[in-house]
């Protein structure tokens, strides 16, 4: 198993390496520098050239991206904010928990609806509980996150008055987005187990357990849902690590000071460093999150946990 895990983890240095070379190029190729963001509108031109030639921004694209690199790797310098002017990682960890609270919250409660009803629309297949749960899943898929955030704001927080509509003081404000968030993610999940333990249940080998006398909630539970987990093990995996930096449209509506809004703000100032910092963090993560889940298909099933062994 060790193998395997140093495999991957060697995998995912070119990557990494694609990840950074790429938004690197996109930020370059954007218009504006950082002397006239630091400095202000109202700056000469000549302390704007002279405050980007100390940044090194007036060098060859290659150059730039070479030095870069060469910070990153030899002296884990990801340089400094041109908005706060500090280090970037810090605005990054100070905003990292809030975004992987509201991800990981919303991945247990998709995982847990979704699975669950997806299991009771497959063994109650065509009945109209069934036809129910997949038209209802069909309806969240097709709803934009952002408007159905904005409806629950409306009725709980400025209706009711149950709820807060933006920001984390505490655990509440967590709510409204963790639920927007995940009913989405539920209704993906609903369908995929739905259809994984459909064709499951119709294996040769349930039908024997079927056949033996064996009582249809061990049969579900015990045989057909181990073997039907694979793919939906895969969605989760994605789903977190998709909700990592993809939750931007949730954290603006709720105004979650999480990493998503960071970014999308650092690119419209053009922050170059905390782009840089915070897509590579969000890239390692993603690549260790489905690192995981490779390692829970050997815990799931028998079959590659041997091939990782070999």
């Known amino acids: 198993m060790y193998k395997y895990v140093i495999k991957r983890l060697l995998f995912t240095i070119p990557v990494l390496f694609g990840a950074v070379f790429l938004v690197f190029t996109i930020m370059n190729l954007t218009p504006g520098d950082p002397g006239r963001l630091i400095l202000g509108i109202t700056a000469k031109q000549s302390d704007i050239d002279a405050l980007n030639h100390q940044l090194g921004v007036d060098q060859p694209f290659f150059v730039q991206f070479f030095n870069y690199l060469k910070n990153m790797v030899t002296k884990f310098d990801f340089g400094t904010s041109y908005r706060t002017g500090l280090p970037v990682f810090d605005e990054i960890l100070a905003r990292f928990p809030a975004t992987f609270w509201l991800a990981l919250w919303s991945m247990i409660v998709s995982s847990i609806v979704g699975i669950a009803l997806g299991i009771v629309s497959a063994v109650k297949q065509y009945s109209v509980l069934d036809n129910i749960l ?19 704001m409306l009725i709980f927080a400025l209706q009711l008055g149950l709820l807060p509509s933006n920001g984390i003081a505490d655990w509440t404000g967590y709510i409204l987005p963790v639920v927007t968030l995940s009913l989405n993610g539920a209704a993906t999940q609903m369908r995929l187990t739905r259809s994984t333990m459909l064709e499951t249940i119709r294996q040769d080998y349930i039908r024997t357990a079927k056949s033996k006398g064996a009582p249809e909630k061990v049969v579900i539970w015990k045989h057909a849902l181990k073997n039907a987990l694979l793919p939906v093990v895969t969605a989760m995996g994605m789903n977190f690590g998709a909700s990592l930096g993809g939750a931007v449209i949730i954290e603006t509506v709720f105004g979650v000071p999480g990493l998503g809004m960071l970014i999308v703000n650092s690119i419209r100032q053009k922050d170059t460093p905390t782009v ?3 897509t590579l ?17 050997a815990y799931i099933d028998p079959r590659i946990k041997a091939k990782y062994q070999n």
């Open 281 to 297: 963090f969000l890239a390692i993560l993603f690549c260790l999150v489905m690192l995981v889940v490779d390692i829970l298909y």
């Open 134 to 152: 997949t038209t209802l899943a069909m309806l969240l898929s097709a709803i934009p996150g952002f408007w159905l955030g904005l409806m629950l």
């Open 276 to 278: 840089m910092a915070a």
